[in-house]
């Protein structure tokens, strides 16, 4: 039996070793950085508990994050497959096309922190926002520190993106760092708003010095340069524009969650986030190690035929999909204990376990979809299909808007939770349906 398995094992396409060498090293990483984010909430919930400054904080920290989670997002689709591809064809381009795509970054760090203080403000000011005077009167002390993330963030997100181009997975552990500053600045506190805020803003600065650091050691961290000279532009715009559309419709759904529960009443926001916060480490551990490993992967097989990345990607769903089960299983029955052991002290009473125990249970409720579908995201991605990403991106969003309108009333914040997994299902089977026609052609 040991020859038998031994043989198989060998027997193994060279992607399949290479995605599962990715996966070990991204997940072992993203434990110790959720770790750190596993701190990070227990130290916010021993000093704040459920109330108005903590969703004052989550109110502003979510709207800042969605144009930095956005860009992200974008850049790690785009520059992966095509920083393989000006190896290929343009390898003496890398350099230069780097160093104009920082001066750009660094343009729109600046627009977007100007953006911030001049919207914010009116922003949580505005009567259909929802907040309650004293969750409002947090949220301005709030956005007058957290405005500083946009530029930090947008430089963070483009050399974390630069690491994960080339092959570097210590992205992924350096992004417990900003967790742990907010922690220390927590406890080190004296329980007002400015520790949590400030505390934000360090770990955003930290996090960008150490990511620009490796990158400076291999010499990868470039003077910015003004222009868009390089060829490489050509086919970062024909890919960017549309991932841009696509993620700016999918990162809208944080956005539809924050609102829905805004208008639940105070402590709402909170309560979903504490939830949210557990339910990343598993998502992390999963979703991070599975796109992470899979996109490089599939980017440098160009040279194979499509029906093999559509073979190596539909095994990997499968494992995906038993993995996701297994996970949502567990959470169901570990859910109280885990929230418990996390985060009942301090101002984070029993009543608060509860609460955030049965968000976290429906909310479980995604992982299987969730993993599969990044998968399938990887595979379409890696041969430039950003078309269909983008699109199911935007069906996404109309099928979570529409589930929350049905489930919220019927189930509060579980069916918040609850519509997510809607989602995610629908987004797998579009997926699953559009690779298998399109592999076939």
Known sequence: MFVAWNSRIRGFHPDHAAILRGMAWVTLFVMLGKLSGAAKEMAVAYRYGIGAQVDG?????????????????????????????????????LPRFRAELLGAALGLGLLLWLAAALLLPALIRAPWAGLTPGTAAYAAEAARGLTLLMPLGVLASLFSAW??????????????????????????????????????????????????LPLLRRGELVKPRIGLT?????????SFAIMLAGNAVMSLIDIVDLMFAVHLGTGAVSTLSYANRVLALLLGLGGTAISRATLPVFARAQHETPQHIHMVASRWVCIMLCVGALATVMVWWLAPLAVALLFERGAFDAANTESVASVLRYGAVQMPFYFAALVLVSSLVSRGLYRAVAIGAAVNLLIKAGASLMLVPALGMQGIALATGVMYLASFAMLYWYARHVYKT
């Open 57 to 93: 904080y989550l109110f502003v920290l979510n709207l800042v994050n969605w144009p930095l989670a956005l860009w992200f997002g974008v850049l790690t689709m785009v520059l992966v497959p095509l920083a393989a591809r000006l190896q290929q064809e343009h390898p003496g381009e």
């Open 163 to 212: 690491m994960l181009a080339a092959g570097l997975h210590a992205n992924t552990l350096l992004e417990g760092v900003p967790a742990l500053a907010i922690a220390t600045a927590v406890m080190l506190g004296d329980g007002g708003i400015l520790p949590l805020v400030w505390g934000t803003v360090a770990g955003c600065m930290l996090h960008m010095v150490c990511l620009a």
């Open 230 to 238: 390089s060829p490489g532009w050509r086919w970062f715009w024909q």
